[in-house]
């Protein structure tokens, strides 16, 4: 070849190796991977229009005992969009408390939260999306975790491909690794990184960093089962919590789709009424194990608290000496 | 005959064929209905002395005890759109006999529809956005005596009617009977001595007369807002001293006829919430008055690498009707919630008079243990404290001073003081 031409291809040579480089950087918004897994979601978000579940949480604090707590949660889709109710049921000063939540496009969720006391409907600001939810290992925001649909909420990269499947089990499913970190600067994580299945994408398990990148949480996905001929959901979801010492264990059952929610009924004005419903389902009779470890009748409750506040008065009047 | 048995009585037949004409409607459907509630052991242990002598000049020991009871009951049909809720109250006290009372809080069917929903029957509404005072609050009256900060409230009757929109929700209320404030009796603490008995009211047909309120509210991007007028008897009473027929005067409730507008609202920008309520009332007899409360409130949520959130509350007080506690007051208060799965909370505020006329201040610890059992701790403290009594011609007697909780101040005016009220109370409650 003469000069020219030697040129001229050496030059193409350089921009194809140049425009690789540069797909390379870029491979964060045109990878085929995440771009496959980002369809394959999509289309299944949109097959159901809603369900609801029961959870059962068993919460262990760092050298403590056990505590249950029960929530009833209802979610309804309208796109890629969901809206929410997590109404508990159980230890019973907690009945019809209840959170709604209103996904939004740009990842900060709208909460509010219904007071039964005194009929009150609060709106919060999205900084409770980081409170941990009724003293358990999850946040508010951990909530949409279990929801592969809302990952459109993060910016997504793949990191790598291995074996998974669920605990106690060979490891044999495909996963893929992707990191995701939110979009939202209300979130109380800097990064995740979760692994899930490229056949079923199914959520194996998610690890959490904070705000200064450490690990803090890591959450196992347990006993997939299908629903409705099509919608696999887990029925354990386990949330270990290094920088508590906590541990979480949700059990979530009586998975129930496409009930006919109404719009209406995830309206804020309507949360107090909503919070009250037990839909056609009946609760899972209450764990009665720790019932009544305190049987005091009523005179010994009497006379117990006259005690505790002459000795609390005493106390307090020799404060004041 | 106390002010709660006079109450209750004449809901009695309203109550009962409430019961049996629900009975009959509710026995042709079969129905998983839900009974829950609480029962509460509830100890108060003041400081001092009441200001007071009581009758008898016979003191109490300053200790009250008091147990209280209330149950619930909530059944929905067809799909949740049709619903009865049923809630009832019943305390009773060692020594105060006006503080041993009951109510009902609620009885009420509600029919719900896409766009609208119809609630008759005595229920709770709540309007408002602040915290240190709900100034726009005014559906339900004020059940005083059970608590001293005006949270708890009496069932009100009422038809109510919501239009759900897309311009907002409009909820219409028509109030057909009016409920009296409670107050405690000679023997009680914490508030005046008000002769219930004898309320005087501005309408003619007393708690008979029909009161309505309107109410719009909508969420225009952040911001939450309600626009509400309320027509009616008020639900604050002036005290006055007004003699009836005998020989000592006594300090009597007064409900006059008000219009009122009011606006409450809030903000949520980003990790601030802003609020505000503010009130315009106008009434026949005394003029117009204006009430406004507002603040803003912030939440630290996991602080120091914890678990625990904490929330601070500023709010700032203004009123300039007639016999106002918060006149121009500054409430800081701070929520410090554990997150421990035992709902385990420490909450304190403080309100304090920027005239350096008296301050509150409040603190409670409350958490939950074996599932079923909540105990609380709460001490509260009046500093001079003051409300002002319309002045009057008769002169006050030793012996009514003396009941009522009265100072008469250097400038004759008559003016009521609780410092002597500082108490502690331990609350024990156990849930079904």
Redesign the interface.
């Known amino acids: 070849m003469d000069k020219q031409s030697w040129k001229k291809s050496t030059l193409s040579l350089v921009l194809v190796f140049a425009s690789g480089l540069l797909q390379q950087n870029l491979f964060a918004a045109s990878d085929p991977k995440i771009d496959a897994v980002m369809s394959d979601l999509n289309a299944k978000a949109e097959s159901f229009s809603d369900v609801r579940a029961d959870i059962t949480f068993i919460?262990k604090?760092e050298g403590g005992a056990e505590?249950?707590?029960k929530v009833r949660s209802y979610t309804m889709r309208a796109g890629k969009l969901a809206k929410n109710i997590i109404v508990a049921s159980?230890?019973?000063?907690?009945?019809r408390i209840s959170r709604l939540a209103h996904g939004s496009e740009t990842g900060v969720d709208e909460l509010w939260v219904f007071q039964p006391k005194?009929?009150?409907v609060?709106?919060?600001?999205?900084?409770?999306n980081?409170?941990?939810f009724?003293?358990?290992e999850f946040t508010m925001e951990d909530w949409d975790v279990q929801q592969p649909q809302n990952l459109f909420k993060y910016d997504l990269r793949y990191l790598s491909s291995e074996g998974c499947g669920e605990q106690g089990e060979a490891q044999t499913q495909q996963c893929y690794v992707i990191e995701r970190i939110p979009k939202s600067k209300?979130s109380?994580y800097s990064r995740q990184v979760m692994w899930i299945d490229s056949k079923l994408l199914r959520t194996y398990r998610i690890d959490f960093y904070d705000k200064q990148a450490v690990f803090v949480k890591t959450l196992r996905f347990d006993d997939y089962r299908e629903y409705a001929g099509k919608y696999w959901r887990p029925s354990v979801l386990y949330m270990i919590n290094k920088?508590?010492g906590g541990t979480t264990r949700a059990i979530w059952t009586n998975y129930q789709f496409n009930n006919g929610f109404?719009a209406?009924a995830f309206?804020?004005?309507?949360l107090d009424?909503?919070s009250?419903?037990?839909?056609?389902l009946?609760e899972d009779p209450i764990d009665d194990e720790?019932?009544?470890?305190?049987p005091m009748e009523?005179n010994q409750?009497?006379e117990a608290?006259?005690s505790?506040?002459?000795s609390?008065?005493k106390a307090?009047k020799s404060l004041g000496n | 005959m106390d002010i709660s048995r006079r109450t209750a009585l004449k809901l009695k037949p309203i109550a009962l064929s409430g019961i049996a004409l629900s009975t009959l409607f509710f026995s042709a459907y079969s129905f998983a209905g839900e009974w829950r509630g609480f029962s509460q052991a509830q100890a108060r242990s003041f400081f001092n002395d009441p200001m007071q002598t009581t009758p008898n000049n016979t003191p109490t020991d300053n200790q009250y005890i008091s147990l209280m009871l209330q149950p619930e009951y909530y059944t929905d049909w067809d799909e949740g759109s049709q619903s009865f809720t049923f809630v009832g109250m019943i305390r009773v006290d060692e020594h105060d006999e006006e503080r041993s009372h009951n109510d009902i809080r609620e009885f009420s069917y509600l029919k719900a529809d896409v766009d609208w929903e119809l609630k008759a029957g005595v229920s709770r509404v709540f309007w408002g956005v602040t915290e240190s005072r709900h100034l726009v609050d005014i559906i339900n009256q004020t059940d005083f005596v059970e608590n001293p900060t005006g949270d708890d409230k009496l069932g009100q009757p009422m038809a109510q009617l919501t239009l759900l929109r897309d311009y907002g929700n409009i909820g219409l209320f028509v109030l057909p009977y009016f409920r009296e404030r409670t107050f405690r009796g000679p023997l009680g603490r914490l508030g005046p001595n008000v002769d219930t008995e004898n309320p005087i009211y501005e309408a003619k047909n007393e708690e008979e007369h029909g009161d309505w309120a309107v109410r719009w509210s909508n969420s225009l991007g952040p911001v939450d807002i309600g626009v509400s007028h309320f027509d009616g008897t008020n639900r604050q009473p002036i005290l006055t001293f007004e003699p009836v027929l005998r020989e000592i005067p006594t300090i009597r409730p007064r409900y006059d006829l008000i219009e009122q507008n009011s606006i409450d609202a809030q903000a949520t920008l980003g990790s601030w919430i802003v609020k505000t309520e503010m009130l315009h009332q106008s009434r026949d007899r005394e003029g117009n008055g204006f009430g406004f409360v507002g603040g803003t409130e912030y939440t630290f949520v996991g602080v120091l690498n914890s678990k625990y959130d904490i929330t601070l509350f500023n709010e700032y007080l203004f009123d300039d009707r007639e016999q106002q506690t918060f006149q121009n007051d500054l409430f800081m208060g701070m929520r410090f919630v554990f997150n421990d799965a035992s709902s385990t909370e420490l909450r304190a505020g403080t309100i304090n008079d920027m005239d350096g006329e008296g301050a509150i201040a409040s603190m409670e610890l409350s958490t939950r243990f074996a599932n079923f059992w909540k105990v609380s701790l709460l001490g509260r403290m009046f500093d001079d404290t003051r409300l002002e009594i319309p002045p009057i011609d008769v002169t006050v007697p030793a012996s009514i001073s003396g009941t009522t909780d009265l100072l008469v101040t250097t400038d004759g005016e008559t003016v009521l003081a609780t410092d002597q009220d500082d108490y502690v109370q331990l609350t024990i409650e156990h849930h079904f």
């Open positions: 919460q604090n505590k249950v707590i159980f230890p019973p000063d907690l009945k005194n009929r009150r609060k709106h919060l600001s999205p900084q409770s980081a409170t941990y009724l003293g358990t209300f109380g920088k508590t109404v209406t309206d804020p004005i309507n009424r909503y009250l419903m037990q839909t056609s009946k720790d019932a009544g470890q305190l009523v409750m009497i608290s006259k505790i506040l002459n609390l008065m307090i």
